[in-house]
């Protein structure tokens, strides 16, 4: 008997002490303040500014201003350097920020495959491809790199602009020097289509081209137009190559942090804030497009021929990325828009 009532009195302390322990759980993710620092890429002229901006507004407002937001456009962070950008993001010291596939996949390689090469021919297939188990996917990813993933904006389908020819074919690639971006995977693709690709900041793109210095670059149509390439270039090949997302990212410890209806506040803000730059940024291209024609650019649609045999030219990227970018991961991607 004695024996039994010393087990129910331990019993008893364990309840007790279980539910001291979850108070004091409940305590360490009060409703704090907290002034959070976001960081984007571009400048405050952007749909990523503009849509940060509303994130930023609907947070104070859902929380009465115990959460301030501060959006730093430019990398302004991280010295003007994206991968910095990032880095401070996995680091803590910057809390949210809106970055290119391209640019984490200098840390998680495997990130890179949403930008593979002819992997969807329109906006309607990378949609699919976002909302469904590819962007699971790479949510589980980011999750694992610590950041919480806010989901996806977009950058756009990344065009292709010269000064020597309409590009209809990979033969019409050959020997031309391209700006690219400094990844290793469009260094491959680029020399795999027969180019002469080249790595420059973007700040010195625009004089390169102007002096013949390189024939042409590479970008979604807002980055050309809002750095004013028509000057300095007449063909563009609207050819969807690489289709350029946005991740909206938090810092996973600071996020896990919060309370949850703090957290709950983040999710939906960020959910609103995506689909809002998403539209914008739609919007805002189909006026470009016009404004670069009217501008004297000479703009390319190829046909479904055409794009098949710039696929078929990149087959050797994926042949050689798989194992980079794991196989279950890539079949998943191509599955869904198969």
């Known amino acids: 008997m004695r024996n039994l009532f010393i087990t129910f009195v331990s019993v008893i302390l364990i309840i007790v002490l279980s539910g001291c322990g979850n108070v004091s759980s409940g305590a360490a993710k009060e409703?704090?303040?907290?002034?959070?620092?976001?960081?984007?890429?571009?400048?405050?002229?952007?749909?990523?500014?503009?849509?940060?901006?509303?994130?930023?507004?609907?947070?104070?407002?859902?929380?009465?201003?115990?959460?301030?937001?501060?959006?730093?456009?430019?990398?302004?962070?991280?010295?003007?350097?994206?991968?910095?950008?990032?880095?401070?993001?996995?680091?803590?010291?910057?809390?949210?920020?809106?970055?290119?596939?391209?640019?984490?996949?200098?840390?998680?390689?495997?990130?890179?495959?949403?930008?593979?090469?002819?992997?969807?021919?329109?906006?309607?297939?990378?949609?699919?491809?976002?909302?469904?188990?590819?962007?699971?996917?790479?949510?589980?990813?980011?999750?694992?790199?610590?950041?919480?993933?806010?989901?996806?904006?977009?950058?756009?389908?990344?065009?292709?602009?010269?000064?020597?020819?309409?590009?209809?074919?990979?033969?019409?690639?050959?020997?031309?020097?391209?700006?690219?971006?400094?990844?290793?995977?469009?260094?491959?693709?680029?020399?795999?289509?027969?180019?002469?690709?080249?790595?420059?900041?973007?700040?010195?793109?625009?004089?390169?081209?102007?002096?013949?210095?390189?024939?042409?670059?590479?970008n979604p149509v807002d980055v050309i137009k809002s750095a004013k390439l028509e000057e300095v270039q007449k063909y563009i090949s609207m050819w969807n190559y690489s289709y350029d997302p946005l991740i909206f990212g938090m810092n996973k410890e600071k996020f896990d942090s919060m309370h949850p209806d703090d957290q709950k506040i983040i999710k939906t803000a960020a959910k609103n804030a995506n689909k809002y730059q998403i539209k914008l940024a739609r919007e805002k291209e189909k006026k470009q497009i016009e404004e670069l024609e009217a501008a004297g650019m000479e703009i390319y649609y190829p046909t479904d021929a055409e794009i098949e045999a710039f696929r078929k030219a990149s087959e050797k990227i994926y042949d050689k990325y798989e194992s980079v970018w794991g196989s279950e991961l890539l079949e998943t991607f191509r599955k869904e828009n198969r």
């Not at 503009?50 to 010295?79: M, P």
């Not at 021919?121 to 694992?144: F, H, Q, R, V």
């Not at 990844?183 to 680029?190: F, G, K, N, Q, S």
């Open 31 to 218: 409703k704090k303040e907290y002034n959070l620092k976001m960081s984007i890429t571009v400048s405050e002229s952007s749909t990523w500014y503009k849509a940060a901006a509303h994130f930023a507004k609907e947070v104070k407002e859902k929380t009465d201003g115990r959460i301030k937001v501060k959006v730093y456009a430019n990398e302004q962070l991280s010295a003007g350097a994206p991968a910095k950008g990032v880095e401070m993001l996995l680091k803590g010291s910057i809390d949210l920020s809106y970055h290119s596939p391209i640019i984490y996949s200098v840390f998680e390689k495997r990130l890179g495959v949403v930008t593979a090469p002819f992997l969807f021919k329109n906006l309607e297939e990378a949609d699919e491809m976002m909302k469904g188990e590819g962007g699971k996917a790479l949510k589980e990813i980011l999750l694992e790199n610590g950041v919480e993933p806010l989901g996806f904006g977009e950058s756009g389908f990344r065009q292709v602009t010269n000064n020597v020819r309409p590009i209809k074919s990979p033969e019409d690639i050959e020997n031309m020097k391209i700006r690219i971006p400094g990844i290793e995977m469009y260094v491959d693709l680029w020399r795999e289509l027969g180019a002469d690709p080249t790595t420059m900041d973007f700040s010195e793109v625009f004089t390169a081209l102007q002096q013949g210095t390189i024939d042409g670059q590479e």
